[in-house]
């Protein structure tokens, strides 16, 4: 149950990021699609999608708190 309570906590958190160039259409954790984006889209994805895709700097988080 403690594994499934953190699976559902990570699911629900999301991030907002910038793509930097256009990006295909790509899988996410779980298998499905996502994308394809254009360069300065705004898009808000699973966090632990959006940290590979700026880790890989592909795109920038958007911060705004």
Do not use: R, Y
Not at 28 to 57: C, R, S, T, W, Y
Request: proline fraction near 5%; hydrophobic fraction near 40%.
């Amino acid at each position: 149950k403690i594994l499934h309570g953190l699976s559902e906590e990570v699911e629900e958190k999301n991030k907002l990021i910038i793509f930097k160039n256009d990006a295909e259409e790509f899988l996410d954790l779980e298998g499905n699609k996502i994308g394809p984006f254009k360069k300065g889209d705004i898009v808000n994805i699973p966090q632990e999608i959006a940290n590979i895709l700026i880790v890989d700097n592909k795109a920038d988080p958007v911060e705004g708190d």
